[in-house]
Every structure is written in structure tokens, then in C-alpha cells.
């Protein structure tokens, strides 16, 4: 395909619910949707950095600044006839993965519509049907907690997975598994730890927790693999996985037992699918992630989680537990079951809306025709 023009576009989007995590809180996001087209279709991709440079170096910032000087300029009316191609001509640039993944997001989107298929069905998805699960910030109260799991798994979602932080943890997992028994619960540090912090882990190996995701230092797997010997409960990585790699070390030294996928944390599908394959061929359950995404990240989520290794419950929810209004048609939804079905029309499946588009949009570059 022809790649004859890209868009660029920051949106503001205010989340229903301030989100806390251990490095930090947010409310406003500022996501850059990628839209591409060869002339006739167009794609859409989402850009998952951050605003600021907590959960990786990447921000909303950095995103724009190498997508618009080094990425579309490589892009622009160059002739793609597969993924492969689009990996070597981003290959020259170091890191970045998140800005590379929302392009790339973008060309599978436009490939998938162009040969008139779902994109899942285009990845080599087998699942129609994707268990769901929830992450839930850090709460102001532990009673505000309780009623927050509650609620969600009124709604069906099938695991809760809470946010964790020295002082916020060893109590706080006693009292919810006190309080849920029987819920498939799990908990994500977002790199809060250390090593020296290994008793609170032996503690909380007390309470059936399916996996403690990322507890020590982003870019660690050694530390990850001594706690994971001294602990009975899984870890899982997410911050320290950006390629099959990395995975495949990993998983190596035993510094996990299963993997958070994230696209643009690997830099997109194509590097997604290789993490998936080498987890799998290894008997590494892996997870899709989530960041705060609008719909178009989200339904590419979906069609992502797809992929037959996808065997636990991602942070892929509905669109009404982030935003009063999403910008895709129909909203993400969630059955009474914590599943979302995959789309049978072609692309990411869903209608993007352009007019709850333009009214967030506070700028747009366009590259091209
Ligand atoms: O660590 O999984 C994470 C959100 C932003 C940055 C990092 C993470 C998260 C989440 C939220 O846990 C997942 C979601 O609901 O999108
Ligand atoms: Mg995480």
C-alpha cells in the first residue's frame, strides 16, 4: 500500500475517574491519534504515552516530536507491502516504541480495511470472545475499595487487579480477599519496590493473589528473578518487556511466569506478536494491558487479546468506565459475563467519530495529499 497521507491530532480527554497509581495520578489525558491513508481507505492508531515520563520516558510530547520529525517523514509516499517493511524503516530509531506502535497500530488498521477483513481475523486471532478484567487505582479509603470491586464485579468483570504501593499493600490485599474470597485477584506495583522489600512479598504470598505485576525497578529481570525464587506467588512483568527478547531472557533467568503485552510498549503488532509466540512456545500465559486508552487504542487492544496465548483476563474494560463519551461508534461494551465479542466489519471494527474528534482536538498535523 501507498502511503499518500498521515494525520496527527492531540485530543484531550478527561477521565470519568482520576486514576492513581504508584508513580502518580491522572485525569486529563492528552492522546495522539495516527491516521493514515493510501488514497482511498484510512487507518487509525493510537499513540499510549503518557503525559508525563513516569510509566516510561515516553510522553504525549516526545510522541509528537518523533512521529512528526523522523517516523511520517520515512512514511510519507513510501510504497509498504508488509509489516516487516515498516520494522526496518523505523528500525534506525532508537526507542520510541510507543510512537512507533501508534503508527504501526494505524497501517494494520488501513491493511485490514483494504482486504475487507477484521483486523483480529487479519492477525491470526482465533478468540471472538476476550475475558475482561479491571485495574483499579489506589483508592482515598480502604471502605471506597471494597465498594469499587463490588461494583465491578456487578458488571461482570471477571478478575480485579488493584494497585499497590509501600503502605498501600500487605493490609490492603489481607482486607480485600477477606472481604472476596473467591475472586481471581491480582496486584500491579508499577516498579515500587526492592529487593529489600521481599517480606512484604513472602506476606502477601498468604492471600491467593494470581500474580504481583512489575513490583521492583522498570528495567530489571535479575532482581525479578531472585524475589520470584524467595516468593510462591507469580510475577509478571510489564515496564521491563519491550521485545520477544527481552521476553524470551526473561523468562530464561525465571524472572516471570507471565507476560502483560502491551503495543505500544513493544512498539506495536508486529513485535507484540513475537512476545505472544515466544511465551507461548514456552508455556508463558500472557495478558493484554491496558493505558487509559481511548476507543481506538482500545478496540485495537481487543483485536490484539485475539491471539490464542491471550489465557487470562486483560485490562481491556468497557468504554463507560473511562469516558462520559468515547470517540468510536458503538462505545467498547462488556457483557454481564466480563467478555467483549470481537467486530466482524473490517479494521479495528469500529466506527471512529469524527466529530467528538474534532471537538477534543487542540492540534493536527498533516503529512501529504
Ligand atoms: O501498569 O498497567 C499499568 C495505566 C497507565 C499506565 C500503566 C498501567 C495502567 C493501568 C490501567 O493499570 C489499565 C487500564 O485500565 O487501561
Ligand atoms: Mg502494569
Not at 483499579?136 to 461482570?156: C, K
Not at 511465551?279 to 490464542?308: Q, T
Not at 467483549?340 to 467519530?353: E, H, L, N
Amino acid at each position: 500500500m501507498l502511503i499518500s497521507r498521515v494525520e496527527l491530532r492531540e485530543i484531550r480527554m478527561r477521565l470519568l475517574h482520576p486514576f492513581e497509581t504508584s508513580f502518580g495520578v491522572t485525569q486529563d489525558r492528552r492522546i495522539i491519534l495516527v491516521q493514515v491513508s493510501d488514497g482511498n481507505l484510512e487507518g487509525h492508531g493510537e499513540v499510549t504515552a503518557g503525559e508525563g515520563p513516569f510509566y516510561s520516558h515516553e510522553t504525549t510530547d516526545t510522541a509528537w516530536h518523533i512521529l512528526s520529525q523522523f517516523i511520517v517523514p520515512r512514511m510519507l509516499g513510501r510504497e509498504i507491502g508488509d509489516m516487516a517493511e515498516y520494522a526496518a524503516v523505523v528500525g534506525g530509531i532508537r526507542g520510541h516504541d510507543m510512537a512507533k506502535g501508534g503508527l504501526e497500530a494505524a497501517l494494520w488498521d488501513l491493511e485490514a480495511r483494504r482486504r475487507k477483513m477484521p483486523l483480529w481475523k487479519l492477525l491470526g486471532g482465533s478468540q471472538e470472545q476476550i475475558a475482561c478484567g479491571v485495574s483499579i487505582g489506589i483508592q482515598p479509603s480502604m471502605d471506597r475499595l471494597l465498594q469499587v470491586i463490588q461494583n465491578e464485579l456487578a458488571s461482570g468483570y471477571q478478575r480485579i487487579k488493584i494497585k499497590i504501593k509501600p503502605g498501600w499493600d500487605v493490609e490492603v490485599v489481607r482486607q480485600v480477599r477477606a472481604a472476596f474470597p473467591r475472586t481471581l485477584l491480582m496486584c500491579d506495583a508499577n516498579s515500587a519496590y526492592t529487593l529489600a522489600d521481599v517480606d512484604r512479598f513472602k506476606q502477601m504470598d498468604a492471600f491467593d493473589v494470581m500474580m504481583f505485576e512489575q513490583p521492583l525497578h522498570y528495567e530489571d529481570m535479575v532482581d525479578h528473578a531472585e524475589l520470584q525464587r524467595q516468593i510462591g506467588t507469580p510475577i509478571c512483568l510489564d515496564e521491563s518487556i519491550h521485545s520477544a527478547e527481552d521476553a524470551r531472557k526473561a523468562i530464561a533467568i525465571g524472572a516471570c511466569r507471565i507476560i502483560n503485552i502491551k503495543l505500544g510498549r513493544v512498539g506495536g503488532y508486529r513485535e507484540a506478536r513475537a512476545v505472544h509466540d515466544v511465551c507461548r512456545d514456552r508455556g508463558v500465559p500472557v495478558w493484554c494491558g491496558g493505558m487509559l486508552e481511548s476507543g481506538i487504542g482500545r478496540a485495537h487492544n481487543i483485536a490484539l487479546s485475539s491471539l490464542e496465548n491471550f489465557s487470562l483476563p486483560g485490562d481491556v474494560a468497557a468504554s463507560k468506565r473511562y469516558w462520559a463519551e468515547d470517540v468510536i461508534d458503538p462505545p467498547v461494551v462488556v457483557s454481564p459475563q466480563g467478555t467483549i465479542t470481537q467486530r466482524s466489519d473490517p479494521g479495528i471494527g469500529y466506527a471512529v467519530k469524527a466529530s467528538v474528534i474534532e471537538r477534543a482536538t487542540v492540534r493536527t498535523q498533516v503529512f501529504g495529499a
